[in-house]
T-cell receptor, first 114, second 112 residues
Framework: TQLLEQSPQFLSIQEGENLTVYCNSS?????LQWYRQEPGEGPVLLVT?????EVKKLKRLTFQFGDARKDSSLHITAAQPGDTGLYLC??????????????FGQGTILTVHP | DAGITQSPRYKITETGRQVTLMCHQT?????MFWYRQDLGHGLRLIYY???????DKGEVPDGYVVSRSKTENFPLTLESATRSQTSVYFC???????????FGDGTRLSIL
């Protein structure tokens, strides 16, 4: 059972356009992380959101954690070809046997055309 | 340089063979993880370890064996490889809180 539904799976846009990637779950997470992965490399952490309703900005990227800590979004403003890559959300459960473990979404493959 | 390294980067083997993927980290991180990445499934946790000599199953452990005799190493063994285990395997490590996780560059494993 996939606990984190990420959408869309594929996104192909032109340079300068805006886009949003969604990550939804019926489960509550203690924190949610967004990673970016380039071909031939491992995922690299972009941001961690912890508090319900939290918004974090990283240059043209805006990350939001839902009030109930069940969902998150990544918004990119004025996308550039350098933003091309695989974006992954990952949720962390709190405590017990889940400590330290992450549940990943399926990923969104973003292609930004010049 | 400090970091997390996986070896080999690429491996081709035949069904039924045993193959071991290596992972080494220089941060002295407590946690280490093994994932497999397949299109449409994101990253799925195979096994993880909270400390040396402590390992536990993840989401898809069948057909895999791990050990962690030293903090810095976390090898993953496929005892009798099957075609369904063709995948890209990622190792990750994390400090005492378990997050954030730092990933290696992966091993692309093909089983013929």
């Amino acid at each position: 059972t996939q606990l984190l539904e990420q959408s869309p799976q594929f996104l192909s846009i032109q340079e300068g356009e805006n886009l949003t990637v969604y990550c939804n779950s019926s489960s509550v997470f203690s924190s949610l992380q967004w990673y970016r992965q380039e071909p031939g490399e491992g995922p690299v952490l972009l941001v961690t959101v912890v508090t319900g309703g939290e918004v974090k900005k990283l240059k043209r990227l805006t990350f939001q954690f839902g009030d109930a800590r069940k969902d998150s979004s990544l918004h990119i403003t004025a996308a550039q070809p350098g933003d091309t890559g695989l974006y992954l959300c990952a949720g962390a459960r709190a405590g017990g046997t889940s400590y330290g473990k992450l549940t990943f979404g399926q990923g969104t493959i973003l292609t930004v055309h010049p | 340089d400090a970091g997390i390294t996986q070896s080999p980067r690429y491996k081709i083997t035949e069904t039924g063979r045993q193959v071991t993927l290596m992972c080494h980290q220089t941060w002295s991180h407590s946690y280490m993880f093994w994932y497999r990445q397949d299109l449409g499934h994101g990253l799925r946790l195979i096994y993880y370890s909270a400390a040396a000599d402590i390992t536990d199953k993840g989401e898809v452990p069948d057909g895999y064996v791990v050990s962690r005799s030293k903090t810095e190493n976390f090898p993953l063994t496929l005892e009798s490889a099957t075609r369904s285990q063709t995948s890209v395997y990622f190792c990750a490590s994390a400090s005492d809180t378990g997050q954030p996780q730092h990933f290696g560059d992966g091993t692309r494993l093909s089983i013929l």
